[in-house]
């Protein structure tokens, strides 16, 4: 069965400071990533996807960046934290064709 | 953009009581998702929905997408304390890019009182 890894789980960064978070999807090949931002326990918005190595979509213009080096592996990342990078951060996976989304445990981030 | 509108916004109901939520949309949707949340954790598949009409159950939960292909419904039947949660209803719309993006309502807070 699939299994969607993603970490750390909480994060604590200070302003200015890189960031990097990972996510590994397992028992799938080809998936597409995504990486979602929740603000407040609501409203998941599309910051990345892709749909193979190497390719990436960015959805908003941000102070984020991600990657693909790997077939099954996504990684967040910044070069400076602001605060309003805090947040709740969601990498989910998707096969091909209508099948949904599903989502890793997140991981918290507070910027301070 | 594309948006979806979730109503209601939240719920506060009494343990055994039924649930009905739903979602809205000005444009035309191919599937339909229903996802529950809890604290700390991501937003978990409850019921996914591909043909417009399409009446889809799960356990207690009963999902169904709207024949105009512009809204579907959550139901919850006989809700226990373990419902507790936000419940976010999303839909894609398949492209020749296949990306599989979705669209997320607002999402619904559901309590349950014992």
């Known amino acids: 069965s699939q299994t969607i890894h993603q970490w750390p789980a909480t994060l604590v960064q200070p302003v200015g400071s890189p960031l990097s978070l990972e996510c590994t999807v397992e028992?799938?090949?080809?998936?597409?990533l995504y990486w979602y931002r929740q603000a407040a326990g609501r409203g998941l918005q599309l910051l990345f996807y892709s749909v193979g190595i190497g390719q990436i979509s960015s959805e908003v213009p941000q102070n984020l960046s991600a990657s693909r080096p790997q077939d099954r592996q996504f990684i967040l990342s910044s070069k400076k934290l602001l605060l309003s990078d805090s947040g709740f951060y969601l990498c989910?996976?998707?096969?091909?064709?209508?099948?949904?989304?599903?989502f890793g445990n997140g991981t918290r981030l507070t910027v301070t | 953009g594309q948006q979806l509108n979730q109503s209601p916004q939240s719920m506060f109901i009494q343990e055994g009581e039924d649930v009905s939520m739903n979602c809205t949309s000005s444009?035309?949707?191919?599937?339909w998702l229903w996802y529950k949340q809890e604290p700390g954790e991501g937003p978990v598949l409850l019921i996914a929905l591909y043909k417009a009409g399409e009446l889809t159950s799960n356990g207690r939960l009963t999902a169904q997408f709207g024949i105009t292909r512009k809204d579907s419904f959550l139901n919850i039947s006989a809700s226990i304390p373990s419902d507790v949660g936000i419940y976010f209803c999303?839909?894609?719309?398949?492209?020749?890019?296949?990306?599989?993006?979705?669209?997320f309502g607002q999402g619904t807070t559901l309590q349950v009182k014992p």
């Open positions: 444009s035309i949707f191919n599937t």
């Open positions: 999303a839909g894609s719309r398949r492209g020749s890019s296949n990306t599989g993006k979705l669209i």
């Open positions: 989910a996976w998707s096969g091909q064709g209508d099948s949904p989304l599903h």
């Open positions: 028992g799938t090949s080809n998936p597409n």
